[in-house]
DNA sequence: TTTTTTTGCGAAAACGTTTGCGAGCCGATG
DNA sequence: CATCGGCTCGCAAACGTTTTCGCAAAAAAA
């Protein structure tokens, strides 16, 4: 029921409100009658305690929040699936904020945090040239977690992937398999996930000597930009034969601008890309991907936030804790 | 900075905190002089208000609340994307809850919203025999507007879309392109999705005079089953030439079964379904959908759960909008 | 001038919980 | 018998806002 408190149950158990409350939270100096009574009446009502009272007087929230660029991802959604997971195992709630890959919009996002809103911040950060909002949650001694898109300058646990090894593994078995070009497409890029995995890349191109061959091309966020882009390399003069794509969204567009180009894949282009699409097998031809372990990075990032919030100690490895993604070859690279 | 509140400014700036209060909130009856000091020092500090201190005061909590069977899914994900535009611009915070089929966590997490925690409630519900967890909602005066999957018997403003009509329009063109025996792949049923998807898939068979003819298959939610059901109806006696899959998951498995089986889409199959996938165009064969304008009626859903918020009439055509899908006609119903 | 209105602000009560402390009561212990 | 300690429970103070009311002083009207 709507108007039940705690007040209108004392009153008609002829209690304290004080009384009324410890009975309904267990407590030891509360008679096992009286709780009995209590609760019963409770019960009845469907009583729960108003959490924004409870939340004021206790100065938790029992709420996390969870900040992420988009969740039209298959990434982020089912990263948000184990985060949710745990938290309703735990009795949390979960705020989500889209931040659309705006920085503004993230630092904004996460001043309205800073108050007592959450009591904790999982986050995989959009770009941005500082992250003072994130700072700043350290001195609220707001505790974060960071997931996949990590900021190295702030201290604060991260889960993350192999992601470099994986990139570079991918790149290196392409070169095998008889690639000689390959171009990287990545997203505008000091993000964490760009450099690490177009490290591996390059490791890949220098370990068989053919670093001077890199192309590395920045795609925007902007839908088209990307596209536009890709047509120009793939009608330039020296074509790549092979595309390694640094997320999703750029594998996906490659295959349409080579639909669009009438350019066989794989014939007259390798392509492969870091993807948690469920439906790469599907494609034509199924696309070859780097899965990253996204549900159990949800999970992991969730539980270490929870033992930070509950003030425990971490784990000697989860202050970075390292996940294991795994390639998926297909046909979209058979050479 | 963390330990803020007004009761520091104030005594700061020799103001009594109703002052202050007022100040930033810019009420009329604080002179614009003091207003200014007030703001200057408030920027000094990133003063944010308790965000469970005012709820308390004003018994509202500036949060709804989304509610859905899971979220890796692209129809839920792009609903959410919408909403969340939506609720940013009107600064409401947004509460995720995932019940993954299973209608007693619904009911329970639907309690939790009851005591004030979320202002207002957009659900897609899970199958149950009956709703009294949204009944209850009703009584507590907290706004429920449906998405997607309503209940027809509880009275709240609902968003769908014109999903008979394109069963119907689906099925009927792959009659007229010569398929005979259609198989309709529906999750366990009472759901008003799968009824309604139903409804104008036997229409069109109705209409064709091949009623007698109907295949309809109920695929439970669990993972492998579904691929079990299909298997069995593929390689039966009397196989159907066609399946139109009420979600996107059963046309995914139909692929994913028909490779197994070696059957060839759409020689040997022609395959249809409602799907959000924006990828269908890339598989092999590019796939058949329906798609649901998922992002505009998350945006469409929230605009109404906020005029019932605020108190503002419904314009007659919201108690029950209906938005527009549309067919994407691929060679996966190529005959 | 006096009266009324307006303007700007302060004191204090609320919102619904949780919790420190103290009070009464009991049986047990000295 | 006096004291003590353990059980239950009530009183009241918090938590940080918002808001009602009231009160002065200033401004306007008389």
């Known amino acids: 029921m709507a108007g039940t408190d705690l007040k209108k149950l004392a009153r008609e158990l002829n209690l304290a409100v004080s009384t009324v409350s410890r009975a309904l939270r267990d407590s030891h100096e509360i008679s096992a009658a009286t709780k009995a009574r209590v609760k019963a009446l409770a019960d009845k ?7 924004h009272a409870s939340s004021l007087r206790q100065a938790k929230s029992r709420t996390i929040a969870v900040v992420v660029p988009e969740i039209r991802n298959n990434f982020f959604s089912q990263a948000i699936n184990g985060i949710e997971l745990v938290a309703q195992e735990k009795g949390y709630h979960v705020l989500i904020y889209l931040t659309h890959e705006n920085s503004k919009q ?3 996002v996460v001043q309205l945090l800073q108050n007592g809103r959450a009591d904790g911040l999982l986050i995989s950060v959009t770009e941005a040239e ?3 909002h994130l700072e700043a949650c350290r001195e609220a001694e707001l505790p974060i977690v960071f997931f996949d898109r990590v900021v190295d300058e702030i201290d604060a646990p991260r ?8 990139a570079y593994q991918t790149c290196r078995r392409l070169l095998e398999s008889g690639c000689e070009r390959i171009a990287f497409l990545t997203m505008a890029g000091n993000l964490s996930i760009s450099r690490h995995r177009q490290d591996g890349y390059l490791q890949a191109l220098k370990e068989k000597g ?6 590395i091309v920045e795609c925007s966020a902007a839908d088209d930009h990307s596209r536009e882009q890709l047509k120009k390399i793939l009608s330039g003069p020296q074509r790549p034969d092979a595309v390694f794509a640094a997320v999703e969204k750029l ?21 492969a890309g870091f993807s948690n699409l469920t ?9 070859t991907t780097v899965v990253q372990p996204a549900y159990e990075i949800g999970k992991e990032a969730a539980g270490i936030l929870f033992r930070l919030i509950e003030g425990k100690k971490l784990l000697p490895g989860e202050q970075k804790r390292v996940l294991p993604s795994h390639l998926e070859w297909r046909r979209s690279t058979a050479r």
């Open 45 to 51: 009502y469907g009583f729960r305690p108003n959490p």
């Open 106 to 108: 993230e630092r904004e």
């Open 130 to 132: 500082s992250y003072p």
């Open 159 to 166: 889960v993350i992937t192999d992601e470099k090894l994986l």
């Open 210 to 215: 053919k670093e001077h061959l890199s192309i």
């Open 251 to 271: 594998a996906v567009d490659t295959y349409e601008v080579c639909a669009e180009m009438e350019l066989n894949i794989p014939e007259d282009l390798c392509v």
């Open 279 to 287: 439906v790469a097998s599907l494609f034509n031809p199924p696309l």
